[in-house]
Nanobody
């Protein structure tokens, strides 16, 4: 059974930093999954924040470019999201996603971790 567990969320002041981690278990090969971080603020739709392909290519939402960095360590079955210069509008529940398409679609989600940016 595949499981994604996020950690590292919390409360921080504007301008601060947090590092989210997502540890995957139950996968035969973590490296074949594209990984992503999504977030959902109250009253808003879930949106893609950052993604990283199996080859390491990254993509970011315009709102977080130059502030957030996604990375993965396949040997640890873990994906990270380094968040710097945090703003109040970054407040949301952040979700980890693992995706693979191989004839059928494999699409897994973590339970989410709360990030609150407030003075």
């Amino acid at each position: 059974q595949v499981r994604l567990v996020e950690s590292g969320g919390g409360s921080v002041q504007p301008g601060g930093s947090l590092r989210l981690s997502c540890a995957a278990s139950g996968m035969v090969f973590f490296s074949v999954y594209a990984m992503g971080w999504y977030r959902q603020a109250p009253g808003k739709q879930r949106e893609l924040v950052a993604s990283i392909t199996t080859g390491g290519t990254t993509k970011y939402a315009d709102s977080v470019k130059d502030r957030f960095t996604i990375s993965r360590v396949n040997a640890k079955n873990t994906v990270y999201l380094q968040m710097n210069s945090l703003k109040a509008e970054d407040t949301a529940v952040y979700y980890c996603n693992a995706y693979r398409k191989d004839g059928i679609i494999f699409d897994y989600w973590g339970q989410g971790t709360q990030v609150t940016v407030s003075s």
